[in-house]
T-cell receptor, first 117, second 110 residues
Framework: GAVVSQHPSRVICKSGTSVKIECRSLDFQATTMFWYRQFPKKSLMLMATSNEGSKATYEQGVEKDKFLINHASLTLSTLTVTSAHPEDSSFYIC?????????????FGSGTRLTVV | QQPVQSPQAVILREGEDAVINCSSSKALYSVHWYRQKHGEAPVFLMILLKGGEQKGHDKISASFNEKKQQSSLYLTASQLSYSGTYFCGSLETSGSRLTFGEGTQLTVNP
């Protein structure tokens, strides 16, 4: 159990366009999901906490208007990179925590490699 | 605030042991350990909750000293499959977000 599906796995887009990444918990409900960004050979940097039915909580320095997060259901969170630029190219990973279960590992999606050209 | 991991990198021969440390300047509710292979998502290894708690998973075990805000991951009789980057993640409260250390790159050679 505890499977998180993330799509797409890879995407190439042109500068100025927007890209949507989906994160789904397949066999559990997740009131809270998290979006991370990872640069090559670097750590996972938390971007924001996605809360079902309410606004996301962004980490300091993360532009809310650039990285739009929507958590419309207990199993789906989306991250939209708006007006993408080459510096937005990165590996984006989501993770989910089981609702109502506190002492449990977080499950990660398989990640999305975004390349902006 | 990010936990601090050490060492940054370790190279082992198959069968050797390694210890990876993780420390925080803040009081911790729990510590998580993950392993990530190149180009893949992190995979959950274990979670430690209480001060002094230790857990084992095959030949990988970990301890958590709540008072010192430190955790250590022990890999014994390493296998080639253990290669990857190990991250510790810390939670300050049960409902807070998981923040990760910089990672320790472990390479196991034949």
């Amino acid at each position: 159990g505890a499977v998180v599906s993330q799509h797409p796995s890879r995407v190439i887009c042109k500068s100025g366009t927007s890209v949507k990444i989906e994160c789904r918990s397949l066999d559990f409900q997740a009131t809270t999901m998290f979006w991370y960004r990872q640069f090559p050979k670097k750590s996972l940097m938390l971007m924001a906490t996605s809360n079902e039915g309410s606004k996301a909580t962004y980490e300091q320095g993360v532009e809310k208007d650039k990285f739009l997060i929507n958590h419309a259901s207990l199993t789906l969170s989306t991250l939209t990179v708006t007006s993408a630029h080459p510096e937005d190219s990165s590996f984006y990973i989501c993770s989910a925590r089981r609702t109502g279960v506190v002492n449990y590992g977080y499950t990660f999606g398989s990640g999305t490699r975004l390349t902006v050209v | 605030q990010q936990p601090v991991q050490s060492p940054q990198a370790v190279i082992l021969r198959e069968g050797e042991d390694a210890v990876i440390n993780c420390s925080s300047s803040k009081a911790l509710y729990s510590v998580h350990w993950y392993r990530q292979k190149h180009g893949e998502a992190p995979v959950f290894l274990m979670i430690l909750l209480k001060g002094g708690e230790q857990k084992g998973h095959d030949k990988i075990s970990a301890s958590f000293n709540e008072k010192k805000q430190q955790s250590s991951l022990y890999l014994t009789a390493s296998q080639l499959s253990y290669s990857g980057t190990y991250f510790c993640g810390s939670l300050e409260t049960s409902g807070s977000r998981l923040t990760f250390g910089e990672g320790t790159q472990l390479t196991v050679n034949p």
